[in-house]
């Protein structure tokens, strides 16, 4: 390891070659494609800014709306897809119905106990008489965990978690996933 690397040519650099020339960042342009100062600052307006985020200034005029959002009514909607006309609507983007691979996977649980009412029921009752032992056989079904809905349609793929509220929840979306599956077909 004390023999000089034979692939330079004399200096070492760091990091990728630097062209000569004048700085990145001239004074008065925005980086990082932050919005335009506002004409209330005394500044002239320029167009809207090209990120996700909606111009508050008050000469702003939103774009309409893009046209995959106008093919119709939502027929359906799980989590945060959306099947309109014939395409799948995410929040990454469009993708066409047509030939989409739908899939969902149970990842929740229902519990089963004694609720703490019935315990207390019990002792205060058993002490009294043996009836109280009846209040052990109340019980109490919570369902906790996520339903994962996934979509993969020429070459995207979406997925997204959909919170199980009942020991039912996924034969309900699977009737969805169904539904859309059906549509992706014709």
């Known amino acids: 390891m004390t023999e000089p690397n034979p692939y330079t040519d004399g200096e070492y650099k760091w990091g ?5 020339g004048p700085p990145r960042h001239t004074p008065g342009t925005p980086e990082y494609d932050f919005p335009q100062p506002t004409l209330a600052e005394g500044h002239s307006m320029s167009p809207p800014p090209s990120h996700a985020y909606a111009d508050t200034s008050p000469n702003y005029v939103p774009a309409p709306m893009s046209s ?3 093919g119709g009514p939502p027929l359906l909607a799980i989590g945060d897809i959306t099947v309109s006309g014939d395409t799948i609507i995410t929040p990454a983007g469009t993708m066409p119905l047509k030939g989409a691979v739908w899939n ?12 703490t009412h019935a315990i207390v029921l019990a002792i205060i009752f058993g002490l009294l008489c043996l009836v109280g032992l009846f209040f052990l056989l109340m019980k109490e ?6 339903i994962q809905v996934m979509v993969t349609s020429a070459g995207k793929h979406h997925s997204t978690m959909v919170p199980a509220v009942g020991p039912d929840s996924f034969q309900m979306l699977m009737g969805q996933i169904n539904y859309a599956r059906s549509l992706s077909s014709m």
């Open 104 to 115: 969902a996977t149970d990842m929740s649980r229902t519990e089963e106990k004694i609720p």
């Open 68 to 70: 995959a959002n106008a």
């Open 16 to 20: 990728p070659a630097q062209q000569p």
């Open 141 to 146: 079904k919570r369902t906790t965990g996520f």
